[in-house]
């Protein structure tokens, strides 16, 4: 067995998100192609422009085609400096329209393809049942297991379309959880009845259909796992008993990332999970020390032969898929990131009529700011109400003072800005107002204000970039209609 084949079973950083440590991490990628045999690599950021050369450092190091993964859930724009941006998962998700997911699963492949990303690592197939889950959320289609069923198959073939293999994640579920993987083991305590009713039915669907590859997360779940706490990424029995056999997938099965402190991160994690049941280990810590615990157990015999046999069997048929001819984009990033949002604003309720704002109550507007703590692009918001409410008032507020606001003069907007992102412990809600004549305005998270009280409006965008602020602006001065229907449910804690 040859460092090469062990090398095969890794999936190395490729970070050019950062301007300072982008030249020194190409140079560490190139070094690990040369002289580990690392041929595969997860890319995080980017320029445009520069991205091809890049590529081509790379390649030559490797002296051959290298595999490259890349998180693009939003569109090539997520990560590539210069590409469409679309809108998360469950703005589309809102739209209720496959072919608009089908849409943007194509365009997201042919914008990566052409830049020669072939894995995208999405569609997000967790079912969001819990809201407070603070790493989830919006990048989940729904809470419903046929909507997201449906709306997954529909950007996966949108993504083989488009030339590239899709990626679903994060098996066996991460929509029931209130911790975020990458600080903590997550614990799913849902039945296994309900894992199957719920959480493992856009799994199981997708299997079914042909999905190539799969990503499992650093998630517990003691009800398919014999009662046991620990990570899916190391549990025979998650991903031999249930993913193999009961489910039959025989696809590629890679791990979430093995930095993340979900992983349970060891010098021995990368082992854990190969010997567990996963093809690829992404991102480890240390790719070096995880070549030598790979090698060490192939001649121990703690990794079988036929074990790491079956993986290179599988990431081969995996790279053949990936050498399939792609054409450039059909249609314009930008024009599909439009289309999107403005299927997708939803107002969830509006008991006394408060939009559209027009007329007399247009003249006196105020917008309330209330962004989060990891900081959000509020000004695109502000720009977008001001172009069609020129004296309309702003000013910011901390989320703790927003239930303390009296009366309005005329019409109150508060904007709030929570999304899900990695590395923070929770998205904080924010306690509505009391006084009526308010329009509470949900950028990220739906579950921000919860349910809206009488007397106040409830308007959903799920996300804060430019396009989605312009739509919602848009259908708050009723230039456009609210088509967006709510895919998740609200719990309204103040009535419990």
């Known amino acids: 067995m040859s460092q090469s084949d062990v090398a095969g079973l890794l999936v190395a950083p490729l970070r050019l998100d950062d301007a300072k440590a982008a030249k020194a ?32 450092s790379l390649e030559e190091a490797a002296r051959g085609k290298v595999l490259l993964f890349s998180d693009l859930e939003r569109g090539c724009g997520q990560q590539i400096s210069g590409a469409t941006e679309l809108p998360p998962a469950m703005a589309i998700g809102a739209t209720r329209s496959t072919a608009l997911a089908e849409r943007c699963g194509e365009h997201t492949a042919r914008e990566a393809a052409a830049l020669g990303i072939r894995v995208v690592l999405a569609p997000v197939l967790d079912v969001n049942v819990n809201p407070r889950n603070p790493i989830i959320n919006t990048r989940a289609f729904g809470g419903d297991p046929e909507g997201v069923s449906a709306m997954g198959a529909a950007f996966a073939d949108g993504v083989r ?26 614990v799913v305590a849902a039945t296994e009845d309900a894992m199957q009713r719920v959480h493992l039915r ?16 650093h998630v517990a779940v003691p009800s398919l796992d014999g009662g046991r706490v620990r990570p899916a990424t190391a549990s025979r029995a998650i991903l031999d008993d ?26 021995e994690t990368a ?45 081969a048929t995996l790279r053949r898929l990936a050498e399939r001819e792609v054409e450039p984009p059909a249609e314009d990033g930008d024009a ?23 007329g007399r109550a247009a003249r006196s507007l105020e917008l309330v700011i209330v962004a989060d703590a990891a900081g959000s692009r509020c000004g695109a918001f502000e720009a977008a109400l001001r172009a069609r409410y020129p004296s309309v008032t702003c000013r910011t507020l901390p ?21 899900p992102r990695g590395f923070r412990p929770e998205i904080p809600p924010i306690p509505p107002p009391s006084a009526p004549r308010h329009v509470l305005v949900s950028m990220g998270s739906p579950y921000l204000f919860g349910a809206s009280r009488p007397g106040t409006a409830l308007v959903c ?36």
């Open 25 to 56: 991490s190409l140079i560490e990628a190139r070094r690990l192609a040369s002289e580990s045999g690392i041929t595969s690599f997860i890319v995080f950021g980017g320029e445009r422009a520069a991205f091809p050369d890049a590529v081509r």
């Open 161 to 186: 379309r488009g030339g590239c293999i899709p990626t679903a994640k994060h098996f066996p579920g991460h929509g029931d959880t209130s911790q975020d993987s990458h600080l903590e083991t997550p």
């Open 202 to 217: 856009p799994f199981a669907s997708a299997i079914k259909a042909g999905l190539e590859a799969l990503m499992v997360g």
């Open 242 to 267: 249930w993913l193999r056999r009961r489910l039959w997938f025989r696809g590629v099965a890679m791990t979430d990332a093995l930095i993340m402190r979900g992983a349970v991160s060891s010098g």
């Open 271 to 315: 082992v854990s999970a190969i010997e567990s049941g996963c093809d690829l280990a992404l991102y480890p810590s240390d790719c070096d020390a995880a070549i030598t615990s790979l090698e060490r157990a192939l001649r121990t015999g703690r990794i079988a032969r036929t074990v790491l046999d079956a993986s290179l069997s599988r990431l």
């Open 336 to 358: 599909l990131a439009r289309e999107v949002a403005e299927a997708a604003i939803t107002l969830v309720n509006d008991s006394r009529g408060l939009v559209p704002i027009q």
């Open 399 to 419: 989320a703790r003072d927003v239930s303390a606001l009296g009366e309005p003069t005329g019409i109150r907007i508060v904007a709030g800005f929570g999304s």
């Open 461 to 496: 965008a799920y996300g804060d970039a430019p396009f989605l602020a312009d739509a919602t602006a848009r259908a708050i001065a009723g230039e456009i209609e609210f088509r967006g229907r709510l895919p998740v449910a609200f719990v309204d804690e103040s009535r419990e």
